[in-house]
């Protein structure tokens, strides 16, 4: 497929782009808080790739340089914005009248997307691709182009960063499971 | 805290995760790609085309009389036979003090006569 798409194969192309589009999307739109330019952002990391396929030489490292080259984007995006703004993350709006179970629920997510998007850019990369995306350690550490210890320290600190923003939810859930498993 | 360890706390962080917006991906946004895709391909065959600067015709014409109006003036006064090599401007007088042009006919008569020097 890698080399079909670097001989300008629209059709083997399309299909890499229905393989990556979508995680590449997500990590993307978490990095840039839910921000409008999101297909912007993934766009340019495919079209990068379609005009110079040459860069990849292996294509089980194609996937991860996909979400370097898009993430580096989103973060040079953000920082020549710097509207890291997590109201742009769109509520879908529920025609039905919300219960209370239903609205603490919504409160609960906003209150994760708000704590994840607080942290710090390169911590919220790492819990992005190995929570989010279900990347390894390893893989993880590629697509950042740093040491797999650099990463565990990453993930740790956003870890303990998320903990503190999300204090009272977790503590709830801390309870809860602790009493299920009693 | 002290009585949850390290994994029943990763569990319920990860749990509550869970909880984040889920991105769906628009509607549209592949083939929106594929097109921005050929868009590119189009412009990566393309050569920039530069347009020649349009040149209005007296521009030219108009500095190329000058010089021929000038040279016949300036020729017509003999200005400037000083600077020109000997060879050519006496070659020239001599033509113009010429009154009778050498037509060959005195030449031809010599011939018939028996002169061939």
């Known amino acids: 497929m890698l080399l079909a798409s670097a001989r300008r194969d629209a059709a083997a192309f399309a299909e890499l782009v229905s393989r990556y589009y979508k995680p590449v999307y997500r990590?993307?739109?978490?990095?840039?808080?839910?921000n409008a330019e999101t297909e912007d952002?993934?766009?340019e990391a495919f079209v990068k790739l379609w005009q110079n396929p040459a860069q990849i030489r292996e294509a089980k490292a194609l996937k991860g340089w996909l979400m370097r080259v898009a993430?580096?984007?989103?973060i040079d995006r953000l920082r020549r914005k710097s509207h890291a703004d997590i109201d742009a993350i769109a509520e879908v709006a529920?025609?039905?009248q919300a219960t209370g179970a239903e609205l603490e629920e919504r409160a609960v997510t906003a209150r994760v997307n708000q704590a994840i998007a607080s942290l710090p850019e390169r911590q919220k990369l790492a819990v992005t691709l190995v929570y989010f995306e279900g990347m390894s350690n390893i893989s993880a550490a590629s697509v950042m182009d740093i040491s797999v210890d650099a990463i565990e320290s990453l993930l740790t600190r956003?870890?303990?960063?998320?903990r503190e923003s999300l204090a009272e939810d977790w503590r709830g859930l801390l309870d809860e499971l602790s009493s299920k498993a009693g | 805290m002290e009585k949850y360890d390290e994994t029943q706390m990763d569990a319920a962080l990860e749990k509550l995760l869970?909880?984040?917006t889920e991105p769906s991906v628009p509607e549209g946004a592949e083939a929106r790609l594929m097109l921005v895709l050929q868009s590119v391909e189009q412009q990566l065959k393309v050569v920039p085309f530069q347009p020649r600067p349009?040149?209005?015709g007296w521009t030219i014409g108009l500095p190329l009389a000058a010089a021929l109006a000038l040279g016949i003036y300036l020729g017509s006064r003999d200005t400037f036979d000083a600077y020109f090599p000997e060879a050519i401007t006496d070659g020239i007088s001599a033509d113009m003090s010429d009154s009778m042009p050498s037509t060959g006919l005195d030449d031809a008569e010599s011939y018939a006569e028996g002169d061939v020097t």
Do not use: E, T, Y
């Not at chain 1, 993430?71 to 989103?74: E, K, T």
């Not at chain 1, 956003?158 to 998320?162: E, F, I, P, Q, V």
């Open chain 2, 18 to 20: 869970k909880r984040a």
């Open chain 1, 41 to 43: 952002v993934a766009q």
């Open chain 1, 27 to 34: 990590m993307v739109w978490r990095m840039m808080n839910g």
């Open chain 1, 94 to 96: 529920d025609p039905r």
């Open chain 2, 54 to 56: 349009k040149i209005q």
């Open chain 1, 158 to 162: 956003g870890k303990r960063a998320l």
């Open chain 1, 71 to 74: 993430s580096n984007l989103a």
